[in-house]
């Protein structure tokens, strides 16, 4: 069985930092490409970074460029974010992400999550002074 576990949000201050992991289980994880999203109350779940699973390529959302860096550990089979220079509008559910991509293995440039079929339950990210 196919499982995504998110840990590591928590409340920080403005300016602060985070690392966020996601423990995969079941997963032939060299062959997934992943992705993180966040959705903040009201509004759409949108992808925050990607990586692929052949080149280890990223791709980020505007709004977290230069702040956020996605990354992922084979051997361990986790996925991490991490997030300095936090901003209130950064609060929201962090989600992670699985898709199976052995060919060709990249991030796209736009992070869409209908391309993803398996989700974590998420982990909640309040950036507040």
């Known amino acids: 069985q196919k499982q995504l576990v998110e840990s590591g949000g928590g409340l920080v201050q403005p300016g602060g930092s985070l690392k966020l992991s996601c423990a995969t289980s079941?997963?032939?994880?060299?062959?997934?490409?992943f992705g993180w999203f966040r959705q903040a109350p009201g509004k759409e779940r949108e992808g925050v970074s990607c990586i692929g699973s052949r080149d280890y390529s990223t791709n980020y959302a505007d709004s977290v460029k230069g702040r956020f860096t996605i990354s992922r550990n084979n051997a361990e089979k986790t996925v991490h974010l991490q997030m300095i220079g936090l901003k209130p509008e950064d609060t929201a559910v962090y989600y992670c992400?699985?898709?199976?991509?052995?060919?060709?293995?990249?991030?796209?440039?736009?992070?869409?999550?209908?391309?993803?079929?398996?989700w974590g339950q998420g982990t909640q990210v309040i950036v507040s002074s």
């Open positions: 992400a699985a898709v199976w991509d052995p060919v060709p293995g990249i991030c796209p440039a736009v992070i869409e999550k209908g391309r993803y079929r398996s």
């Open positions: 079941g997963f032939m994880f060299e062959n997934y490409s």
